[in-house]
């Protein structure tokens, strides 16, 4: 029997927390009013990550739509001045472990077409870049096993298993801010060679450990 919404977001949550907690965070899911800032008290959702700066107010859709573009974007206006509190959005666009460790060579091969691509159309080969990223964790990382990643899941896989730190974290959360852009037709989205390289440089990093 299918999942419900309710249902697939619960077990995407169970997904997420420990990956917040190694981020070095305290996870409280469903969190009540008490557990809230006054600024966020009268909002529900699915956690919150405090115990470090920034505290972070999590959501987890199954799904990247109107609705929850809706969500996001109030939630970030509710956020605006308080920089002590950050938004983290988690898409888990399918629970079904449909997907298999790609073969080295074949890696290899995808690295050096983004590369080629990257000079004259890098918002193409951002979005390759980002899939030689998932390619690369689900052939290193044995806990990826076979289900599907969105950037802010593999971002934090890639922290929690030890293979970049923070402040590539970081870079990668921008990196993933414009992937999604492009994904989603934000056809006039400013990335670089130098953006796509980067990421490059980082799956050869993550492949080689």
């Known amino acids: ?16 927390v420990p990956l917040l907690r190694s ?17 966020l ?14 505290s972070l107010l999590v959501e987890v859709f199954r799904k990247d739509g109107k609705r929850e573009l ?3 974007r109030e939630l970030q206006s509710r956020l605006q001045g308080h920089d002590d509190w950050q938004l983290r959005v988690f898409y888990f666009s399918s629970l079904e472990p449909t997907l298999q460790p790609v073969p080295s060579a074949a890696t290899m091969d995808a690295i050096q077409a983004a590369r080629n691509v990257s000079a004259t159309e890098p918002r193409a080969a951002l979005l390759l870049a980002w899939s030689i990223m998932e390619a690369v964790a689900r052939e290193t990382i044995e806990t990826t096993g076979s289900r599907a990643l969105n950037p802010s899941a ?18 990668m959360f921008r990196l993933s801010k414009l992937r ?12 670089t060679p130098e953006d796509v390289s980067w990421l490059l440089s980082i799956a050869e990093q993550v492949a080689s450990n």
């Open 180 to 191: 999604s852009e492009i994904a989603h037709g934000q056809l006039d989205c400013a990335t």
């Open 41 to 54: 008290a009268d909002r529900r959702p699915d956690a919150i990550a405090i115990g470090k700066h920034p």
């Open 1 to 16: 029997m299918a999942l419900t919404e309710p249902e697939a977001e619960r077990i995407a949550l169970d997904r997420v």
């Open 154 to 171: 593999l971002v934090n896989l890639l922290v929690s298993e030890g293979y970049i730190d923070q402040d590539q974290a970081n870079e």
């Open 23 to 39: 981020e070095g965070y305290d996870v409280i899911p469903a969190p009540g009013p008490a557990d809230l800032p006054p600024f």
């Open 70 to 72: 809706a969500k996001v």
